[in-house]
């Protein structure tokens, strides 16, 4: 089942020539094609680890004398705020890289040995506060603290100053009374906004309390005091709003922390049983668990049987029987039995903490159209900050306009200016997505591969295991000899219960049999052909199709029937008396039901499939034709699936879905490489692109429907941000906005993306 994900091909290139392949830890060099080897460990490449197509920091490979920190930054949560500290921390000598996770509030940063003090107090002159977060192995999401709650008051305060103060101007009483109305507004309500915003323009920031801060000031000074003052307060309030529902977004993986019970009943060395606190329950000891019970840590069932509720791990819909010797894990329901299993992971390095840890790497990922949004708001905000500028400065001399309607229109424009609706959009989608695919029992690796999975044009399969249920099963019964008193059926099967050849196991399960089975002696192989043994003192032989000739017993309508079983990709084997065939057993690796609805659905999305098998020919083409999938290649050893990987690629995105080591190979070229049944491995979970925890193929459907809604969010998102701001824009050119419509405007379109994108987490 674990495979690697990277296969080291001869001597890796020279790091300076190789370019990036975007494949995890791999490179590809450019004289060689598409061989793939470990990332060098010199150059840019190792300067930069987190630059776009990179993998999360880690914290192996480090050179010596550096580490990594994880810091907890409670008002670290907008790209803004990113800016900030990016900026100041990348001046720092000590610092070697930063890794941001703004949906956690979480930065990684990789610095020398004795820097971390220095890192925290370049943090507090930013105005932030960091704490230490224990490492993410440890726990991932479950242990960023929970943001501190701000009283509600101050801001009720400042609403009903600001709300008088728009009454004393409509009432027409004297200005001077609006006016400390306003200015008690502000100061209760946006001292924070003000301190922030003065903190961001000293470090050369534009960020949000900047533009609002000076457009506030800007109100002011024209004698705007009502909408100065509801201006700040719409905005702090709008803020506060959106603060709630980003915690929506984030809390769309810690609720996956919770699915854990705190305390599990374990064996004490005396006999007894005793509670104790999962995360200090070390492997091997001996966990008892109740009808009823979440099940508190991995472990192998040592006694008892029961059904358990697997969704929470895998997806699955039904609860799954477990008995002595199978796995159970983490977060995952007992059913009506009761049973005891021993424990094989720490809390800290169970299933559902590796899974919560790979999404939470994968939030912080920086997806594709975050990056060029990122990009692209680099540009604009200084660029509409230039053009109210312009606007203020230059508007009155060329038109001949008054000076107080221009400056207006301009403070209108920098409220409008910040990007943050159109920044927030793509990072609470993805969560969204991604925390819905985890959910479902599917582990998306990055918001890369959920972005890219809606281009795949052909997905390409493993035979065994993925499409069948990898284990030979008996499918036909053909009884060819009717003698009296003589039961070929009966012989065949206590004749292959002495065998532990694959095949002679499918027989002997394969029909139930009343009553004690025949002795058998003199049981011997055959080898290459079958096995023999003697019962009632008669010799029979019972092995495949070449055993037959030897023996001389085959005819033409035997050959027959064996030429149309075997062109169905099945393999049979016959029992004879040495004199004639007494009964023939065919044997097949059965499709899984779940395999022909899947490539149904897949062709119905568009999306074309190839199986890629080491079976011969006939067999792959007979099961790819019970399953109805496009092409089919047989004969296939490792490099010949990573060929036909990259000869399908030039047709379009391609996936590869496979389960073992010799699909690795194709599973590293193609563009998204699917593991199946990921759930308790670690070498899967971590080194897939997409990981699925159970054995079902409809979860690729599942992956690509996800992949495709996701999409349609982003692009939702895009233009409701783009499009509100450039509908207000030209309003406040044409002075039909006012500062308060704008403020409703900004934070407006970002309560609307971000409700939109949490549409996804509900799956």
């Known amino acids: 089942m674990a495979f690697q994900r990277i296969t080291p091909i001869t001597t890796p290139p020279d790091c300076c020539h190789a370019r990036v392949s975007g494949r995890g830890n791999a490179i590809e060099s450019p004289a060689e094609g598409n061989k793939l080897y470990p990332r060098p460990c010199c150059g840019a490449e190792a300067a930069h680890p987190m630059a776009p197509g990179r993998a999360a920091l880690g914290a192996t490979g480090l050179p010596t004398g550096v580490r990594l920190s994880r810091l907890y930054i409670d008002q670290m949560d907008c790209p803004t705020e990113e800016g900030m500290i990016r900026k100041k921390l990348g001046g720092m000598s ?48 479950g242990n960023a603290p ?63 309390n900047a533009l609002m801060s000076i457009a506030v000031t800007g109100a002011l000074l024209i004698g705007q005091w009502p909408e100065a003052a509801m201006v700040m307060v719409l905005f702090a309030l709008a803020e506060l709003i959106e603060a709630k529902s980003l915690d929506r977004a984030r809390n769309a993986i810690r609720g996956l922390v919770q699915l854990t019970p705190e305390l599990a009943t374990v064996r004490q060395p005396d006999g007894g049983w005793a509670d104790v606190f999962a995360g200090d329950i070390e492997p091997g000891r001996i966990v008892r668990v109740k009808p009823g019970e979440r099940i508190a840590l991995d472990g192998i069932i040592t006694d008892g049987q029961s059904s ?91 038109s001949g306009g008054g ?61 065994t295991g993925t499409i069948t249920h990898g284990k030979p099963a008996l499918t036909d019964t053909v009884v060819l000899t009717q003698d009296a008193g003589l039961d070929p059926v009966r012989i065949a099967i206590a004749i292959a219960a002495r065998s532990d050849h694959p095949v002679s196991r499918a027989v002997a399960a394969g029909r139930p049999i009343d ?62 008396d040495g004199k004639r065939v007494l009964a023939l057993f065919a044997v097949a690796d059965t499709v899984k039901d779940s395999s022909r609805a899947a490539i149904r659905a897949l062709h119905e999305l568009g999306i074309k499939t190839l199986m890629l098998t080491g079976d011969n020919i006939h067999t792959a083409r ?32 391609v ?33 897939a692109d997409v990981a699925l925890m159970d054995d079902d193929l409809n979860k690729i459907v599942r992956f690509v429907r996800l992949s495709r809604a996701t999409r349609t969010v982003l692009v939702q998102n895009i233009a409701l941000a783009l499009g509100i701001k450039a509908v207000f824009l030209a309003l406040a050119m044409l002075g039909m906005a006012t500062m308060w419509m704008a403020v409703f405007a900004d934070m407006g379109a970002s309560l609307l993306v971000v409700a939109n994108g949490l549409r996804l987490t509900r799956g």
């Open 655 to 687: 996936g590869m879905v496979g389960d073992g080591i010799n699909d690795a190979p194709a599973l590293a070229r193609a563009d998204i490489g699917f593991a199946m049944g990921a759930a308790g491995t670690d070498t899967a979970i971590e080194t």
């Open 94 to 141: 000590a610092v070697r890289d930063m890794e941001f996770n703004l949906m956690q509030r979480v930065l990684t940063v990789m610095h020398e040995d004795d820097a971390l003090p220095a890192v925290e107090a370049a943090i507090r002159e930013l105005g932030m506060d960091s704490r230490p977060v224990a490492d993410a192995a440890a726990g991932a999401a």
């Open 308 to 398: 358990v509720d697997q969704a929470p791990i895998t997806g699955e819909s039904l609860p799954v029987d477990k008995t002595a010797g199978d796995t159970v894990f983490a977060g995952t329901i007992n059913g009506a039995g009761a049973f005891e299993f021993r424990v094989t992971a720490a809390a800290a390095h169970s299933t559902l903490a590796r899974i919560i840890h790979a999404v939470e790497e994968a939030q912080g990922a920086r997806a594709p159209t975050a990056r060029f949004i990122d990009r692209f708001a680099r540009i604009y905000t200084p660029a509409v900050f230039v053009i109210a500028l312009a606007v203020a400065v230059l508007a009155p001399l060329l």
């Open 146 to 208: 929970e943001p501190a709650a701000k009283p509600w008051w101050p801001l009720a305060l400042a609403g009903v100053a600001a709300l008088c103060a728009e009454g004393v101007h409509w009432a027409g009483w004297p200005v001077w009374i609006g006016a400390a109305l306003a200015l008690a507004a502000i100061a209760i309500g946006g001292l924070g906004t003000y301190k922030k915003g003065w903190i961001a323009l000293r470090h050369g920031n534009l960020n949000i």
């Open 622 to 653: 007979a099961i790819a034709g019970q399953v109805g999938i496009d092409d089919v290649l047989g004969d296939q050893l490792p490099e010949d699936k990573l060929r036909a990987v990259a000869e399908y690629g030039r047709r379009g995105k």
């Open 403 to 463: 000076w107080y309607e221009w400056a207006y229109r301009a403070l209108v424009m920098l409220v409008i200016a910040c990007p943050c609706a159109l920044v927030i959009s793509t990072p609470v989608t993805i969560v969204g997505g991604l925390g819905a695919a985890a959910r479902n029992g599917i582990l998306i690796k990055g918001g890369a591969y959920l972005e890219e999975g809606h281009k795949l044009a052909w997905l390409a399969l493993d035979k």
């Open 515 to 576: 009553g004690a089975l025949p002795e058998v002696t003199a049981f011997g192989a055959l080898p290459g052909r079958g096995v023999r043994g003697t019962v009632d003192g008669v010799s029979y032989q019972f092995g495949n199709h070449r055993l037959i000739h030897e023996l001389g017993v085959c005819s033409a309508d035997l050959e027959a029937r064996l030429g149309e079983l075997e062109a169905q990709g099945k393999t049979v084997v016959l029992l004879s």
